[in-house]
């Protein structure tokens, strides 16, 4: 069973992934987030994605890692 969850760790990371994209692009689209074009608004989400592409860094780096003593 732990061999089981091993091969599909990766699988386990990409659907948190899948629903923060999900709700990022519902708050953009429907929300009018960025529809006043206002810098604040822009950076806040600019900042959002770097935050979590630096997130998905760590993650798959430390993976990584651990499956290469």
């Not at 760790?9 to 692009?25: A, H």
């Not at 074009?37 to 900042?47: M, P, Q």
């Amino acid at each position: 069973m732990l061999n089981f969850i091993k091969k599909l760790r990766f699988l386990l990371l990409l659907i948190p992934l899948g629903i923060i994209i999900r709700y990022v692009d519902l708050e953009i689209t429907k929300g009018g987030f960025l529809s006043t074009n206002e810098k604040s608004d822009h950076f806040v989400f600019i900042g959002g994605l770097v935050f979590l592409v630096l997130g998905l860094l760590v993650v798959v780096l430390y993976f990584d890692k651990k499956s290469n003593p």
